[in-house]
């Protein structure tokens, strides 16, 4: 069989789903940063509610592990990557927040992005900078999603980042050690 046949059987694709109410636009525009970032196919499925079993009253929050389940049941092909992206605060009981989470083993994930705006700045400013941060974010869910853990290169996409000012300061990109890691396992 030849390397490009092989990569091909290798090969992912994305498939977004919007969770809630949610502006298409952004997805729109976060699915095309994640072809070129990627470089492979994202697809858009129409959106669905958030699973009502999820909310936790007492926390105000919605528990992310109930929603990788439900993400889990849209899975087509072994190829596919979901990411499920949605504004409601996301959490898991060892943390107080959580700005995504990831099943390694179910290849999907889930992406709040209700923790990623700043108040203090101008609505174009923010607007730009809360894009930056929903990519950055996107692609280290997806990076989960490829068989990355934390990276300790704090320039790296796939950082670990408690705030958003860690958040900031990190990259779009994979390192150069991160890339590696995927193209072994491609």
């Known amino acids: 069989m030849t390397t490009q046949k092989k990569l091909y059987r290798k ?9 809630g109410e949610m502006d298409y636009g952004l997805v729109n525009r976060l699915a095309t940063h994640l072809v070129s970032i990627f470089n492979t196919g994202v697809d858009i499925l ?35 990557r979901i990411l499920g992206v949605l504004y409601e605060d996301l959490y898991v009981p060892s943390a107080g927040f959580v700005y ?29 900078l809360f894009l930056r941060r929903t990519i950055k974010e996107a692609v280290h869910q997806l990076g989960h999603l ?17 705030s958003l000012l860690e958040a900031d300061c990190k990259s779009e990109k994979l390192c150069d050690n991160c890339k590696r890691k995927i193209e072994l396992r491609s």
Do not use: W
Request: hydrophobic fraction near 35%; glycine fraction near 6%; proline fraction near 3%.
């Open 100 to 128: 995504g989470d990831a099943d390694f083993e179910g290849k999907v994930a889930v992406l709040s992005l209700n923790r990623l705006k700043q108040q203090s700045l101008d609505i174009f400013d923010d607007e730009k």
């Open 11 to 19: 090969r992912f694709k994305i498939v977004l789903v919007p969770l």
């Open 46 to 80: 129409q959106g669905m509610k958030i699973p009502s079993e999820s909310y936790n009253m007492i926390r105000g929050q919605y528990y992310s592990t109930v929603i990788l389940n439900k993400l889990e049941l849209l899975r087509s092909s072994s190829r596919e």
């Open 146 to 162: 490829l068989g990355l853990k934390h990276c300790l290169n704090p320039k790296c996409v796939m950082h670990f980042t408690n």
